[in-house]
Structures are given as structure tokens and as C-alpha cells.
């Protein structure tokens, strides 16, 4: 690939001919139901380098090894890119939250109480993990032999050490739309922002409307570094040099413990306080306002009485929504875990471009489904692995987060109103749900907890050459 200056950041028209230099699982995601998250330390830069150039060769390669096919890809840490040798001029060019990582960062993000970094799994968020290697096989069996393959290739060079392992498997959703079962019962995922160049399809709600009612997809750059973005050609301007840059982007590694038979019991108990009935229908009535979406996958925006399967089922119009006419949440409560995700045309109280705080989640399940109408905790660890994809992580996760996660202001909700999925639960916390016969929930569970996260830079394939090469 050419070098190329800073003042020639690429188009979106540009993104075809880039997609083999895109890491998989960016762009497109890895359709493959069982997932490995292996967690790295370099003890030796030269001799990490020498395991990084038989990784080199796997990456994108989706593999047909011992009969099992599986793809491999790999992010690293500052304290890696570090570790491998890259030059003080190019780990300087890394912005600052990157650079500091997410167990610095959590009070910036409200990882705090049970989320805080002193309960974190397996060193994640410290010095010592340095990249990530994620596995994608069809078997778990294939997911064995891969990891066996890299781990002889480890001893055979040396320099390389795993410090924590995370497993994942997608859950099949019963109605068979989204790509998971999502451990609460609801299908996921169904929308993600649809990149401006990129072959996928992309429906109506997915992207930016336009004046006219048009949907359209996102410039690249709100994803992909070295491409024009939603403000201009200039894109994101680090890390430098652009050839670092080109094709890279930054990944967001979440894991988040769910307590499904705390939000199990809680349904009842809120369908009482808010409807006067804890039957089934105002279980998952309490659980669609909380959520901003029906099991099903249907909109509360565009049903906001009953589930609607036929709108889940209908990809023109499971997204096609915008919650223009509903200022005061009387359809879909403005606090609810989807609304403050993307707001999309709701009026906030502060001006915000929404389209500039856009994420690609690729979240997978881990941990085995807890059985239908279990109302106690079983002891087993279950969750919710996130991988956030973007171009600028102050700007895009800690912004959503810190913004529309853990606050209501910026809605015109109470400021110390959470998201009633991901905020800090307990004595104190609440949500506002218009239209129910008593419209506050108060004292809400923490139905997810934090258990690990990491600030991941995920190199184009040329970048990563250069890396191994010590090219930057």
C-alpha cells in the first residue's frame, strides 16, 4: 500500500479497496458462534515479535486447520505497543485515554462501587496485559485446536505469556432474529451503524436521517482511522504516522457480569408498583420500558403497549424510528437503556451531535443460559462480553458512558438518574416511566456489573507489519 501524507485521508469511496487491510470484526462481523479472548503479555519485545510474525500470518486467514475452520485477530494495549519496541514519537501520537487505559480512566466512565478496577478479573486493565487475541470458530472443539496451535507456536518463540483467558458463545435466539439470545430474553443485536462504502446492507434507522426523511449510512471515519468522518476529510489525526493510522481503529473489551435472576424478580416486583398487575404481559411491559425494545426485538417507539413480532421480523421497519412526538417518554421512557444509547431526534438539553457518538458493539454472550422461570442465582458467572469499535474512544465509549449512561440531565432527567441496565443500582436509584399508573421505579437492582475492560488499538494488516518490522 502507498504511504500516504496526512492531508490524504481517504473517502468512504476509498473503504472497498481497503477491506482485506481491515482487521475482521470491524467492518463486517465474524459470523462464528464460539469466541476465545485470549490475554497477552510480552516478556521479550524481539522475541514477541518473532510469535507476532506467525500470528501475521493468521489474521484475516480464516484458517482450515486440522479439519476446523477459525479466524484469528489481535489489538494491543499502549503497555504492548510499548513492549514490542514501537518509537517514543509514534506512542506519544496516541491520545491520552488510550494511552492511560480504562483501569485509569474509570472514574471518567463510572466504573465505580462493584465496577471499580480493584474487582476486575484476571489483571485486566494493568500493566501486564499487553495485546488480545480473539479466536472465532464454528465448534468448541475448533476453538481447542486453535488455541493449541498458538500456544505451541508461544513456546517455540518465546517472549509471550497468557494472563487471562474469556471464552464466549453466541445464544441462539428463539425467533431467530439478531445474531444473539442476549442472557434477559431479548433478541441482540439488531441495529448497528452502518458504515458509508461498506458492502453490508444497511435499513431505515440504522444510520444519520437526513432533512428529507432519508436514512443514510455513516462516514468512515467515525469507525475507521485514515478516512474522512462525519466532520470532514481530516478524520482523526493520531496515532502518527498515517500509515500507523490507515485501517486501524480502536477497541473497547468489556466484560459485564448479568444477574438475570435479580432482573427476573425485579419485572414482578416493578409490573406491581407500576401497573398494578405482575402478570406476564406487564412483566415484559416493565421489561420493554426498561430496555426501549420488546423481546421480540419490536421498538417500544413503534408499539408501546404490546410486543409486536411481526415489526421485529421486518428489517424496514424494526429500526425506522426516531421518537419524534414522544418529548415527554409517554411511548418509550426517555431514560430506557435504548433511548439513551442513541437518543436519535430526541431533544436534549444539551446540543450534541448524536451521529458523532455512534459504536459498533460486537457483544457476545458468555456463560450458559439461565433456565426459563429460575428465580434464583444458580452461582454461575454469565455476561456479556462487548467489543466497541470506533475512532475515537474519549469521544464515542467514554462520552456515552459517562453522558448518556450515567446521567439523566442531558435528557431532562434527574441528574443522578442512570441507565436502568448498565447504571449503578441500590438505595437511590430510579427511573421515570410517564404514563404508568406510579410512574417511578425506585431502588433498582445493579443488574450488570463491570468485571474487566481494555483499551485496545486494532492495526490495519500493513500497520501490524510495520509494527513486527519496527517500521514506526
Known amino acids: 500500500m502507498q504511504a500516504l501524507t496526512h492531508e490524504q485521508n481517504l473517502t468512504s469511496a476509498d473503504l472497498k479497496d481497503n477491506i482485506q487491510d481491515i482487521q475482521d470484526n470491524v467492518v463486517a462481523p465474524i459470523l462464528m458462534r464460539y469466541g476465545r479472548h485470549i490475554f497477552l503479555k510480552f516478556t521479550d519485545g524481539e522475541k514477541a515479535r518473532a510469535w507476532l510474525r506467525n500470528m501475521f500470518e493468521r489474521v484475516n486467514a480464516r484458517q482450515e486447520e486440522h479439519g476446523t475452520r477459525f479466524t484469528v485477530n489481535i489489538g494491543f494495549t499502549y503497555e504492548g505497543l510499548k513492549a514490542v519496541g514501537l518509537s517514543q514519537q509514534s506512542l506519544y501520537s496516541f491520545p491520552r485515554a488510550f494511552r492511560v487505559g480504562m483501569r485509569e480512566r474509570a ?124 466532520v470532514g476529510r481530516e478524520g482523526t489525526p493520531s496515532p502518527e504516522p498515517f500509515e500507523l493510522r490507515l485501517n486501524g481503529t480502536y477497541m473497547v473489551f468489556r466484560k ?65 424510528f426516531t421518537y419524534a412526538g414522544d418529548d415527554q417518554g409517554l411511548r418509550c421512557p426517555l431514560g430506557s437503556h435504548l433511548r439513551r444509547s442513541n437518543p436519535r431526534a430526541t431533544p436534549l438539553k444539551r446540543a450534541t451531535a448524536v451521529r458523532r457518538h455512534r459504536l459498533i458493539r460486537r457483544g457476545i454472550e458468555y456463560g450458559p443460559h439461565l433456565p426459563d422461570g429460575m428465580l434464583e442465582d444458580d452461582g454461575v458467572d454469565r455476561g456479556l462480553v462487548n467489543l466497541f469499535i470506533q475512532a475515537d474512544i474519549e469521544r464515542q465509549f467514554e462520552f456515552v458512558q459517562k453522558e448518556w449512561m450515567k446521567g439523566g440531565e442531558f435528557i431532562g432527567l434527574d441528574p443522578n438518574e442512570q441507565d436502568p441496565i448498565n447504571g449503578v443500582g441500590g438505595e437511590g436509584s430510579q427511573m421515570s416511566v410517564p404514563g404508568a399508573r406510579r410512574p417511578f421505579l425506585f431502588d433498582l437492582p445493579t443488574f450488570i456489573t463491570v468485571k474487566g475492560g481494555e483499551y485496545l488499538f486494532v492495526p490495519g494488516l500493513n500497520a501490524l507489519k510495520g509494527i513486527i518490522e519496527q517500521k514506526f
Not at 125 to 145: F, N, Q
Open 256 to 320: 459485564l457480569y448479568q444477574d438475570v435472576a435479580a432482573f427476573r424478580r425485579y419485572l414482578a416486583t416493578a409490573a406491581k408498583s407500576l401497573y398494578g398487575s405482575d402478570d406476564q404481559h406487564h412483566r415484559d411491559l416493565v421489561a420493554a420500558k426498561i430496555m426501549g425494545r420488546w423481546p421480540s426485538g419490536c421498538p417500544v417507539d413503534l408499539s408501546p403497549e404490546r410486543d409486536d413480532p411481526a415489526i421485529a421480523a421486518d428489517p424496514e421497519r424494526r429500526n425506522n
Open 107 to 230: 472514574g471518567e466512565v463510572g466504573d465505580t462501587g462493584a465496577h471499580a478496577p480493584e474487582h476486575w478479573e484476571g489483571g485486566l486493565g494493568g500493566p501486564d496485559i499487553h495485546a488480545m487475541a480473539w479466536l472465532r470458530t464454528d465448534t468448541d472443539e475448533g476453538r481447542d485446536l486453535a488455541t493449541d496451535i498458538i500456544r505451541d507456536e508461544m513456546r517455540a518463540t518465546g517472549g509471550v505469556e497468557i494472563r487471562f483467558i474469556q471464552d464466549t458463545k453466541a445464544l441462539a435466539h428463539e425467533n431467530g432474529i439478531g445474531s444473539e439470545g442476549e442472557h434477559f430474553g431479548f433478541a441482540d443485536p439488531i441495529s448497528q451503524p452502518p458504515i458509508e462504502g461498506a458492502a453490508a446492507p444497511f435499513y431505515p434507522g440504522d444510520g444519520v436521517q437526513e432533512a428529507d426523511g432519508i436514512w443514510r449510512a455513516l462516514k468512515p471515519g467515525e469507525f475507521v482511522l485514515g478516512y474522512e468522518d462525519e
